[in-house]
């Protein structure tokens, strides 16, 4: 059974960096991308970037991209989401997600239970 824990949220200013980190468990083939997920008050959940952990390429949410890099550490089982240049809008519970397959479908089959980031103007 695949296990998700996300820690590395909290409360930064606008401009502001965060990193989150997912530490996976379980068997690989059902968590061969991971991504993250997130979800404002009131609005659905919204991909945000996955990796695939075979060779570390990842895809990313037009919203995220060139200010949020998603990467892996495969010997501590762990993927990474760097956040720089946050702002109001990126507030959200991010979720890490993770699923099987090859191919980048920003659907995932697993979920965390989530890490609140708040990012003040």
């Known amino acids: 059974q695949v296990q998700l824990v996300e820690s590395g949220g909290g409360l930064v200013q606008a401009g502001g960096s965060l990193r989150l980190s997912c530490e996976t468990s379980?068997?690989?083939?059902?968590?061969?991308?991971v991504g993250w997920v997130r979800q404002a008050p009131g609005k659905e959940r919204e991909f945000v970037a996955e990796i695939r952990r075979s060779d570390g390429d990842a895809d990313y949410a037009s919203t995220v991209q060139g200010r949020f890099t998603i990467s892996r550490e495969n010997a501590k089982n762990t993927v990474y989401l760097q956040m720089n240049n946050l702002k109001p809008e990126d507030t959200a519970i991010y979720y890490c997600?993770?699923?099987?397959?090859?191919?980048?479908?920003?659907?995932?089959?697993?979920w965390g239970q989530g890490t609140q980031v708040t990012i003040s103007s």
């Open positions: 997600a993770a699923g099987s397959g090859w191919w980048f479908t920003r659907n995932f089959d697993y």
């Open positions: 379980g068997r690989s083939s059902d968590m061969s991308r």
